[in-house]
């Protein structure tokens, strides 16, 4: 388990079912039992399966899962990816908070892999960012890596990257890079944002390692790239759609970072079915 998901799933279970399941424990008696399984509802790149399970098992630890399919697979509509077996209250009571963690986690790694397949053979790395779900970082980039994609760092505490906040508020470039670099592990990078090519070059001068080249169209991307002829690593960032990355996939770009990955992917489609057992 990756850190802090038993954590997660508890707060997600006290959410939904801090106080029991009213319908199910007044419908079934103690011996009601079923069987269901959780199938896909469309094409999908699965996520989240060993949560899901996990899920189960905290509700009700005679739950029996099985995963008939891996996170990372490629995943037809109509699959089954988990069967589930056991009292029927105890599987309705984990139902939607099981759903809720694979339909996420797979809507990510979903859109990962176009992202993915639409740099392929470009040589660029498509990154994730920080703009997660507050308390789902790590689940979530593990989504990305399930789908295909990279990750780009997980905290602030990870590597040095000066955006213009940093250098409007240290007066420049060149001295919020100087402080940085006094401070920083000797084996960190220096990546510093440019917006324009006033700032790029003056990050090169400042002697940053990466230059994050922001809310640039590819020609200027490919501009910026030109000047920098090599001398840092290249980041192309902000609104980079699956559409236009092969136009910002540029020789010289080393990494593409993609925010939408986490923020904005659409929850998968996933559903449960619950066939009692006679």
Do not use: W
């Not at 990510?108 to 970082?137: E, Q």
């Not at 790239?225 to 609104?239: N, P, T």
């Amino acid at each position: 388990m990756l850190p802090r998901t038993e954590l997660l799933i508890d707060l997600a279970l006290e959410e939904d079912a801090g106080l029991g399941d009213l319908t199910s424990r007044a419908i079934f008696p103690a011996g009601h039992r079923s069987r269901a399984y959780v199938e896909a509802g469309h094409d999908l790149v699965l996520c989240g399966i060993e949560v899901a399970a996990r899920v189960f098992a905290r509700v009700d630890s005679s739950l029996v899962t099985k995963a008939t399919a891996r996170d990372g697979d490629r995943v037809r509509r109509g699959r089954r990816v988990l069967s589930v077996s056991g009292p029927t209250a105890s599987i309705l009571t984990a139902e939607r908070t099981a759903l809720n963690f694979i339909q996420r986690l797979s809507g990510i790694a979903t859109l990962s892999r176009r992202f993915a397949d639409a740099a392929a053979g470009t040589g660029v790395r498509v990154v994730d960012t920080r703009k997660t779900t507050p308390g789902f970082r790590a689940l979530e980039k593990y989504a990305v890596r399930c789908g295909g994609c990279h990750n780009h760092r997980s905290s602030l505490g990870e590597h040095v990257l000066i955006k213009d906040n940093h250098i409007a508020a240290a007066g420049s470039l060149a001295r919020a890079v100087a402080r940085a670099r006094e401070a920083a592990p000797h084996l960190a990078r220096i990546e510093v944002e440019a917006k324009t090519p006033s700032e790029v070059r003056e990050a090169l001068r400042s002697g940053a390692e990466v230059i994050l080249l922001d809310n640039m169209t590819p020609k200027q991307v490919a501009a910026a790239v030109a000047v920098i002829g090599g001398r840092a690593l290249v980041e192309v960032s902000g609104g980079v759609r699956l559409e236009t990355l092969p136009d910002y996939a540029l020789p010289g770009v080393s990494v593409i970072s993609i925010g939408a990955l986490t923020h904005s992917a659409p929850a998968a489609d996933l559903s449960l079915t619950l066939v009692r057992r006679r």
